[in-house]
């Protein structure tokens, strides 16, 4: 069912959401980058800090009177999550987009996106795919999908058929505040699919707006992708569950390398994460949990490291592995 757009100035429509904690550099840089006419409707941007002790305040304070910003503060320090998720129950706009502290928006598409989202009262969220810095694909390209109400088994399908991490996307706010609402040992984008899907459909569109800019690692997305990535796989299988029907245990085996697969994907990802930031412990660490799994990265950089470990087990020392080993391509 379709409705008018309605981009009526007065409505509150978008809220910008960015959770930060002592990142005043990098907070610094993306508050520059834009200014308030950079969308033609009202919206506002709720940066939320979790207790630092940098300057996070005063750059706030500072570009409130050229942005629509509303800074809150937490006095004791949160999870990243739930300072995301508070930054959300602060907000006052019918759709938000989370937007890291380092990364950046492509005002256009996002436009784009939006329009898309008005046009539909039978979906709260739309999922899209993003960029690298470089203007590639960081996830997708997607085909574009419309999953209905209660068709958890083919968000399933769609998840895993495309590899695709479901991270970025424009979110009813109230459906956003009422479907996080899970324990800590799944991944919070795949799981909300997972509860949004009981009451309305979800819709996948190939319109990239947000860029992830590989730099950092402490960002909440990465810290979630290298330390715990076994919560993807289970938040496909909490997809599943949310189905309402028991599986078969055929069903589940036929499911399960699916599950796997997943999995190994984005620890594939983790480890080009870890080389680009120059993680080679981290990388190191993934790369022989993909051997152990029957994946075998090609990389000479990190072969070099793991063939040292190997001959140095007895005198470990990580940083010389990495020294003798970058001498090597000198």
């Given at each position: 069912m379709s409705k008018e757009v309605n981009m009526d100035p007065s409505d509150l429509?978008?809220?910008?959401l960015t959770p930060t904690h002592n990142r005043a550099l990098f907070l610094e840089k993306l508050l520059s980058s834009a200014d308030s006419s950079v969308l033609p409707f009202r919206w506002e941007w709720v940066v939320s800090d979790n207790c630092s002790s940098d300057d996070t305040v005063e750059i706030i304070k500072k570009h409130s009177a050229r942005l629509p910003l509303v800074g809150q503060r937490h006095d004791n320090p949160v999870s990243p999550l739930n300072n995301l998720y508070s930054a959300a129950l602060r907000a006052r706009g019918k759709f938000i987009v989370y937007l890291a502290d380092d990364d950046y928006l492509l005002w256009d598409q996002l436009d784009s996106a939006i329009r898309l989202m008005c046009h539909d009262q039978s979906t709260d969220v739309l999922i899209t795919p993003f960029l690298n810095s470089k203007g590639q694909y960081q996830t997708g390209p997607?085909?574009?999908r419309v999953?209905?109400?209660?068709?958890?088994?083919?968000?399933?399908?769609y998840l895993t058929d495309h590899f695709f991490f479901p991270e970025i996307g424009i979110w009813d706010r109230e459906a956003y505040i009422r479907s996080f609402n899970f324990g800590a040992c799944v991944d919070p984008s795949i799981a909300a699919l997972g509860n949004v899907l009981k009451h309305k459909s979800v819709k996948f569109w190939d319109i990239?707006?947000?860029?992830?800019?590989?730099h950092s690692h402490s960002q909440f997305g990465i810290k979630i992708a290298t330390e715990q990535p076994e919560r993807y796989a289970a938040a496909l299988e909490y997809v599943l569950g949310c189905n309402n029907q028991i599986l078969s245990p055929k069903n589940y085996y036929d499911a399960y390398?699916?599950?796997n697969s997943h999995l190994l994907k984005r620890l594939e990802i983790v480890f080009y994460i870890a080389m680009n930031i120059?993680?080679?412990?981290l990388a190191v660490e993934i790369a022989n949990r993909l051997r152990a799994r029957g994946m075998v990265l090609k990389n000479e950089k990190i072969d070099k490291i793991l063939e040292l470990s190997h001959k140095q087990a007895s005198k470990w020392n990580f940083s010389s592995l990495v020294c003798n080993a970058e001498k090597e391509f000198e």
């Open positions: 429509l978008l809220s910008i997607i085909p574009n999953i209905s109400q209660g068709r958890h088994i083919e968000l399933f399908l990239p707006f947000y860029v992830f800019v590989e390398p699916r599950i120059e993680r080679y412990d």
